[in-house]
């Protein structure tokens, strides 16, 4: 590794230290694309039900992280985050100010799993049938 030079050092000193993909770092909550799992829009993160496959993945992968938007209000992230405890899962609330993501949950890996498809369309149908309830005369008379 090279030595920084004075002009990096200076650099560093008045604009922060530098970040890989700043633009992509802002639209996944403090993370990049290539780490994701899963992923929900802030619209799906305010529906009263936790999606399945939200807590499929955290049991599938232990060593993720939840990022969490943080300009949505607690109430719709406290599910997830009772979830996340009740997992083991780190979990973080992100909240930037001055840029606002539609992005409103995310499960990642500490490292590049380059997954293609993170977005969640639609929550997974409950595959048991419910039982049909049997009616009076279904007990009396055998079809």
């Known amino acids: 590794m090279k030595k920084p030079t004075v002009d990096e050092v200076l650099q560093q000193g008045i604009y922060g230290t530098l970040e890989t993909k700043p633009d992509e770092r802002r639209k996944y909550l403090g993370t990049?694309?290539?780490r994701i799992i899963v992923a929900l829009y802030k619209n799906q993160v305010a529906e009263a039900e936790v999606?399945?496959?939200i807590e499929q993945s955290m049991k599938e992968?232990?060593?993720a992280q939840l990022?969490?938007?943080g300009n949505m209000s607690y109430e719709e992230l406290s599910?997830?985050?009772k979830l996340a405890t009740k997992r083991k899962i780190d979990h973080k609330i992100v909240t930037n100010k001055e840029h606002d993501t539609e992005i409103g949950l995310l499960l990642a890996m500490p490292y590049a799993?380059?997954?293609e498809e993170i977005f969640i369309t639609k929550k997974a149908l409950n595959l048991e049938k419910p039982q049909e309830k049997k009616g009076l005369f279904s007990k009396i008379f055998k079809w």
Do not use: A, C, M, T
Request: glycine letters at 6%; hydrophobic letters at 30%.
């Open 32 to 34: 990049i694309r290539e």
């Open 51 to 53: 999606y399945p496959q």
């Open 61 to 63: 992968n232990p060593g």
């Open 67 to 69: 990022f969490l938007n």
């Open 79 to 81: 599910k997830y985050v």
């Open 113 to 115: 799993i380059d997954k």
